[in-house]
């Protein structure tokens, strides 16, 4: 097993607090006035997904980068008012990004592998050991 601290995640992990702590002193007026005007916040989420995109070593990171670069273009569209869209009109477009990054993940696991995941078999096998009757009761 392996006991080294995930830094990718971690790093993910720092960076989703500090936006999120940005952004909440952006909704209580906390900011200077130059940052709080900030309509381009999307962009970041935009520059995630590309930065993803590069380092990507798996086809399900290309899926994730797909749908962050979606997700930010979405956000700046909303946040500037383009097109006439706004959170409520257009939060279907969620649900296309998420769609094209499964099927970019689908597309890139032609090309790259995919992550091995741990499987968890260890409660199927303790049920095939029990007795019927102990399952049944």
Not at 23 to 46: K, N, S, T
Not at 75 to 88: A, Q
Not at 122 to 133: F, S
Request: hydrophobic content about 50%; overall charge neutral; some cysteine.
């Amino acid at each position: 097993m392996d006991n080294r601290p995930d830094v990718r995640r971690m790093l993910w992990g720092v960076a989703l607090i500090l936006g999120g702590t940005l952004l909440l002193c952006e909704r209580f007026g906390l900011l200077p006035d130059w940052a709080a005007d900030y309509q381009w916040w999307g962009a970041l989420v935009v520059v995630a997904g590309v930065v993803t995109l590069l380092v990507a070593r798996h086809s399900d990171t290309v899926g994730t980068g797909v749908t962050f670069i979606l997700l930010g273009w979405w956000f700046l569209v909303v946040t500037n008012h383009l097109f006439g869209l706004t959170w409520y009109n257009s939060w279907p477009l969620a649900l296309v990004a998420a769609g094209a990054g499964t099927v970019a993940h689908a597309i890139a696991s032609n090309w790259l592998p995919d992550k091995e995941r741990p499987r968890h078999r260890r409660r199927r096998r303790e049920q095939l050991d029990e007795p019927a009757e102990e399952r049944h009761a």
